[in-house]
């Protein structure tokens, strides 16, 4: 990596190479790259006169926009970690997350712990201070993303490189320097954040949602001819309506190269987007934050291996059973992953511990491997439950709920059953859907699951049920439900 610039400053010699070529456009507003180099060296400088070093943190809680950008890149340009958070977390859980590691500066909010500096969402620097270039820095950690984890304990997981990012790293995810690129996902979640951080090394233009609104979306990819993406289930299924609505309004034929990552696709979504960009544009990546290993599926690999993630392609992964032993192919069993031998770590914790056999780390998931070594999903170990000692995966249900053309989400847990306790838990589903009723739902999934699966519950809400990441708080809908349950019999 020694050969390789800090980001800082491969910033600006893009700056140099083409100081008018576009940056980042986010709301209608664009940055070229001369403007962003200079207004980030500025920045760089008001935060180092109210304390930030090589080497320190700053945590950024403001939402997706060029101001986030901004504060990200001046981080860098000092040697500091940027430690991105959502801007909708409750102050108790910023709070433990701060409390993980002293921080040098909070941007856009006040530190609820009254222990560090921060400066509010809007911060612009005073105009007398130079915007000329900086020293060069190497921050000793590139990013340090936060996680409650499958506990609900906070944890941050810092990078296990620094900022020396090589824009080879992109070439792998098919990305070229002269792509514009399309983030739709929050800037504080890793899908975001390793998107932005691969698009500003390559030079990308990178147009930026500050929120995610699918006809905004394909209006973008439309207007500004997006050729590069990476999303998550929940966007691509909420994409589908609206594009099928009105598809002539609409061009993605620019799109080269579509991503989805983050959490398990669907079946007939992701055909749904094969059949709409072509088996070559769409691929998916299964790895977590941490990045021990990596697996990569094309569109072509998937229509002859459907609803697999693909072949490992970085790192080591193994599929285990409670006992430790490996299981043989197509037995499902937790799987555990590492770096390829003699390589460097590529993460630490910091609040948390990864559950660890023998150097090799679990994330939760449960899985298997074909004999073709291809790996597949079941679920988290955390969501699965039993239905009459018979185990039951809630993404298996909703990806048979998603398959009908009128869910827009779903989300599916396991709850006590208040009827009789012979079944020990039932599955119950909520649906954002229109024009649907619970009889609807149950007669579309009889025949696309067994009995023993189908919801004995189906309630029914307006609003999506995963956030732009694609994340749902699974634990805390399950603590409702059981609530309500508990005060109907009481």
């Known amino acids: 990596m020694a050969d390789v610039a800090p980001i800082g400053t491969q910033v600006s010699l893009l700056a ?31 935060y180092a006169e109210l304390g930030v070093a090589q080497g320190d943190y700053v945590t950024i809680v403001l939402p997706n926009s060029i101001e986030w950008v901004q504060a990200v890149l001046a981080t860098w340009k000092l040697g500091a970690t940027p430690q991105p958070l959502s801007p909708s ?25 009254g222990e560090n500096k921060s400066v509010p969402a809007g911060f612009a620097p005073d105009h007398a201070i130079s915007d000329g270039p900086l020293p060069e820095a190497v921050s000793p950690v590139f990013k340090a993303m936060a996680s409650g ?31 514009v690129n399309l983030i739709s996902v929050p800037l504080s979640h890793n899908t975001g954040f390793t998107t932005f951080t691969i698009g500003l090394v390559q030079g990308h233009h990178i147009v930026l949602m500050p929120r995610f609104e699918p006809h905004e979306f394909l209006r973008l990819v439309t207007e500004h001819r997006v050729t590069f993406l990476a999303t998550v ?21 620019s799109i080269r190269r579509f991503w989805h990552l983050a959490s398990m696709c669907p079946p007939a979504v992701k055909q ?11 691929w998916e990546l299964y790895g977590g934050t941490e990045l021990q290993a990596l697996t990569f599926i094309s569109g072509a690999q998937w229509l002859t291996h459907p609803g697999s993630v693909g072949v490992v392609v970085a790192g080591e992964m193994k599929v285990l059973d409670d006992d430790g032993n490996e299981c043989p192919p197509g037995v499902v ?14 993460y630490r914790y910091v609040g948390a511990t990864a559950k660890n056999r023998d150097g090799w780390d679990s994330l939760g998931d449960l899985g298997y491997f074909d004999e073709d070594g291809f790996l597949y999903l079941n679920d988290r170990r955390v969501d699965m439950f039993t239905v009459g000692g018979r185990n039951v995966y809630p993404a ?25 306790g012979d079944l020990g838990q039932v599955p119950h589903a ?24 189908l919801p004995r519950f189906v309630e029914f809400t307006d609003t999506p049920l995963r956030d732009d990441a694609g994340k749902a708080r699974r634990s805390a809908v399950r603590e409702e439900i059981i609530a309500r349950q508990a005060a109907r019999s009481s």
């Not at 590691?101 to 712990?113: E, I, N, Q």
């Not at 048979?400 to 869910?407: I, K, Q, R, S």
Request: charged fraction near 25%.
């Open 396 to 420: 298996e249900i909703e990806s048979a709920l998603c398959a009908h053309p009128d869910v827009l989400s779903c989300l599916v847990v396991g709850v006590p059953d208040p009827n009789s």
């Open 430 to 453: 909520i649906v954002q859907a229109d024009g649907l009723d619970q009889a609807d739902v149950i007669e579309f999934l009889s025949e696309r699951i067994e009995r023993y699966k």
């Open 333 to 346: 069993g937790e799987i555990y992953m590492r770096p390829s031998p003699g390589s460097a770590p590529t």
């Open 233 to 253: 289930p929940t966007i691509m299924q909420r994409l589908l309506p609206v594009y099928r609505a009105d598809p002539d309004a609409y061009d993605l034929s």
């Open 272 to 282: 749904a987007w094969i059949d709409l960009l072509g088996p070559d544009a769409v």
């Open 149 to 179: 984890g499958s506990t609900g304990r906070p944890k941050l997981i810092e990078s296990g490189g620094d900022s020396r990012f090589p824009p080879a790293a992109g070439y792998p995810l098919g990305a070229q320097h002269d792509d």
């Open 16 to 46: 140099e190479q083409a100081p008018g070529a576009p940056a980042v456009t986010c709301a209608g507003r664009t940055l070229t790259r001369a403007e962003l180099d200079a207004s980030t060296n500025r920045l760089a400088r008001a």
């Open 89 to 113: 977390l409750p102050d108790s859980e910023l709070a433990g997350l701060l409390g993980l590691r002293r921080r040098a500066l909070v941007v856009g909010r006040d530190d609820p712990t």
